[in-house]
């Protein structure tokens, strides 16, 4: 075959075109299958996730059937999307359907992104149905989870106290001031208070403990009566009026 150089360069150049355009068609449709199944998950994405921000403001607005409804859709849409494990409780609690806020909220505990906020749900149903026994267990486990958690410390604090368990009640106080949730003049007083409960529960069975404890908590907070008082009674049981006299000034 023989032709002009020019000729021969614009074959080449057809050539080198012809083959991109083919090279690129099969490349289309080689990959048409993929990109058209990202397409559809795109959609069914798009369509979960608008039907969770629905759902949310439907539960917000105390709309249990739309928040039901679009519950279902998102958690077809989203499989693995936490946020629909929360709506999907917020609808059941507006149905008063307990056994599925139950079980919802022990499937978000057995995950590790929504451990903390399934334990919370399960203590908030625990303490609705009066199982206090339970409603601890899943405060201080969530607790144990992160020391920082303000709804747990507090709901531990206030089942212990209910119990009368003032020396654990004691050690939880002293994890919220290492915890930074109380200041320490704050925890201080408190810790008083819960070293005081403990000596007026053991005043007429251990007068050495009780005084012991009394003083403890006169030392972290001069003015607390009760603290006062029972070192004073135990003081002067003892044959030290004097000691006891100084307390009760400073506690005046």
């Not at 080689?30 to 798009?46: C, E, H, I, L, T």
């Not at 039901?68 to 008063?96: C, R, T, Y």
Request: charged share 20%; proline share 3%.
């Amino acid at each position: 075959i023989e032709m002009s150089f020019v000729t021969g360069v614009a074959l080449a150049f057809v050539g080198v075109v012809a083959l991109w355009f083919v090279w690129s068609l099969f490349r289309r449709l080689w990959s048409s299958p993929q990109a058209v199944g990202q397409y559809w998950q795109f959609r069914k994405n798009r369509k979960g996730y608008e039907s969770l921000s629905r759902g949310i403001i439907a539960a917000g607005a105390g709309d249990a059937v739309a928040a039901s409804k679009h519950a279902g859709i998102a958690g077809n849409a989203l499989m693995d999307e936490p946020l629909v494990n929360v709506l999907a409780a917020q609808a059941a609690q507006l149905k008063g359907d307990r056994a599925s806020v139950k079980r919802i909220f022990e499937a978000m505990s057995k995950s590790a992104d929504t451990e903390a906020l399934g334990l919370r749900g399960l203590f908030a149903e625990a303490r609705q149905a009066g199982d206090m026994a339970a409603a601890r267990a899943h405060a201080e486990k969530a607790l144990a989870l992160n020391p920082r958690l303000a709804w747990a410390s507090t709901a531990v604090l206030q089942v212990q106290s209910a119990a009368r368990d003032w020396q654990a009640a004691a050690a939880t106080i002293a994890q919220q001031a290492k915890s930074g949730l109380l200041p320490a003049d704050e925890a201080g007083r408190k810790q008083a208070s819960m070293l005081a409960a403990q000596a007026l529960a053991l005043e007429d069975s251990n007068r050495v403990k009780a005084l012991e404890l009394a003083t403890r908590a006169h030392k972290l907070d001069p003015a607390l009566v009760p603290a006062a008082l029972v070192a004073a009674r135990c003081l002067i049981a003892d044959g030290s009026p004097r000691k006891a006299g100084k307390i009760l000034r400073e506690t005046w």
